[in-house]
């Protein structure tokens, strides 16, 4: 298996529009976050968790020519707005296949009915299958996916457990009986927004703590700000199995 993290940083991305704080004055490519996804690949499937604004162009960078579905983990912006982009997977494939709670899809369907419809459609809109996230697990081709409930503020969102690769974002809440689904995987991925405390998302203090209530071998943390800092200056005072993810970053399991 094979994950490529596609965007690394959080709803607004390093850097900020306009911003002139020293991180996203940056010229360290590493410092330079797109909105948060990975790519996960295994045998010749390719699966792409969330698809936010940066889409398109994280595509073209992975090199990526098909998609065999898409896992949301939430509706918001920074997760959902690359949708259209869809197109040219739908173009050459056929329609495409995705996977998210039953309230996601309502919003999907909100933001862009056209996909969704099945008369007097336009001719250039892709055509999607729908598959509802449920909390119990599902099967991606060969392959199981456990859903990891947890809480982004007051709203539901989903991580996910991939046999030793478990990929968590914008958790602030994860109750026990969750964090024992994916208890001592080998490879742990959650958020980590910036150093002072947030009410949606966990600060670094919380995600190491997180981090060592499930105990991975190893860990990557994603969903960064730039208020997070510097990448090389932060990765030197994190713990040995516990690394800062970057754009365009691969790690194999």
């Not at 607004?12 to 704080?21: D, F, N, V």
């Not at 899809?105 to 996230?133: C, H, M």
């Not at 964090?179 to 966990?202: D, G, Q, T, W, Y």
């Amino acid at each position: 298996m094979t994950i490529t993290f596609l965007g690394t940083g959080t709803s607004q991305g390093i850097p900020i529009i306009g911003s002139t704080h020293p991180v996203c004055l940056s010229s360290e490519f590493k410092d330079k976050r797109l909105r948060v996804s990975v790519l996960i690949q295994w045998d010749n499937y390719s699966y792409v968790i969330d698809c936010g604004p940066d889409f398109r162009q994280q595509m073209l960078r992975a090199g990526c020519n098909r998609i065999d579905g898409i896992i949301f983990t939430h509706e918001h912006s920074d997760h959902v707005l690359g949708f259209d982009d869809i197109r040219p997977f739908y173009f050459r494939q056929g329609d495409i296949p995705i996977y998210a709670h039953k309230r996601v899809l309502k919003a999907l369907k909100k933001r862009f009915d056209y996909v969704f419809k099945t008369k007097n459609k336009y001719p250039g809109a892709p055509t999607v299958i729908e598959n509802r996230i449920k909390n119990e697990p599902f099967s991606l081709n060969n392959l199981d996916v456990i859903p990891v409930n947890g809480k982004h503020d007051k709203l539901q969102v989903f991580g996910f457990r991939f046999n030793d690769f478990a990929y968590l974002t914008d958790m602030k809440k994860v109750k026990e009986e969750e964090v024992e689904k994916i208890k001592n995987v080998k490879v742990l991925v959650v958020n980590a927004l910036r150093i002072e405390p947030h009410p949606s998302h966990f600060n670094l203090e919380e995600a190491l703590q997180f981090i060592e209530q499930v105990n991975p071998e190893t860990a990557y943390l994603t969903h960064i700000s730039h208020l997070l800092g510097f990448h090389e200056e932060v990765q030197k005072k994190l713990p040995k199995n516990v690394f800062l993810a970057y754009d365009g970053l691969e790690i194999n399991l």
